[in-house]
């Protein structure tokens, strides 16, 4: 049995306990999402109604979430859903937290699709499915290709897929293994956001990162951080149309690497900056001799 609060006393009981481990926007964000998931309160409605008396079961439901997101459990696992250009996905500790920079990889691509007809895209370790379903969305008549190497997280794509009302095709297949590579056509557009973070900067990421996101989605080994680009750009020689182009988010230390990377396998890599000012994208066209 709990006391019952109003919204009001229960938003700044969230605030108040989730600023020990948040800065104060951040800790009025998470409280914001909560409460508009379980509760069904917007920030609005908690301005415009802070003496409404939360029913029983909604303070239970809230006092269980502030729980857990004080033990550093990002609101998107503790809620079960992620914002991702303008859909509402479903989203477990089985795959990664949908970015906003992740979003700007959508729009790069997009924008490069306009006039365009007909194309094949493929998206290498979809995770959530964000990037496939948001493209599939924005460019319908498109024909778009999904992998990755965790069958839970191609569930939850699945799931996201359908919700979204998307036809994708869901392939389980690790990347890195290159015999597995002839299963798959050649595509007009290749995308990617890959593991790309070195093992060795587990230590400065935050708690919510490291304790609850799958580390198979964020890690690479510290000697040879560009393994998944390496393996894009083989996999490009052989798999991408002679008109096609290849968008991939990277590592805003690595990207200068990555981008002369593809520069020495017979691409143009451009870098291409985040609205955070981050060099936080490549892009990649082939050259054909």
Known sequence: ??????VNEQYRR???????????????NISSMAFESIAGITRSGIIKEPDRILDESISAKLNACLIKLKTHEPVQYVIGESWFYNMK????????????????????????????TDLSILDIGTGSGCIAIALKKNIPLSVVTAIDI???????????????????????LDFLDEKKWPLLPSFDIIVSNPPYIP??????LNKNVTAFEPHLALFVENNRPLIFYEKIA????MHLKESG?????????????????FNNEYYSGVIKKDMQEK????MATRHYL
């Open 1 to 6: 049995m709990f006391a019952l609060m109003t």
């Open 14 to 28: 969230f605030l108040t306990e989730l600023g020990d481990i948040y800065d104060a926007p951040e800790a009025a």
């Open 89 to 116: 996905l479903k989203v477990s500790p089985a795959v990664l937290i949908p970015r906003p920079e992740t979003e700007e990889l959508v729009e790069a691509v997009i924008s490069y699709s306009t006039g365009k």
């Open 150 to 172: 965790s069958v839970d997280a191609l569930n939850i794509a699945k799931e996201n897929a359908a919700a979204q009302k998307t036809n994708i095709n869901f392939i389980q």
């Open 199 to 204: 093992a060795a900067e587990k230590e400065i």
């Open 234 to 237: 083989a996999f490009g020689r």
């Open 245 to 261: 182009k290849i968008f991939m988010e990277t590592h805003e230390d690595l990207a200068e690497e990555t981008a002369a990377l």
């Open 279 to 282: 060099q936080r994208m490549v």
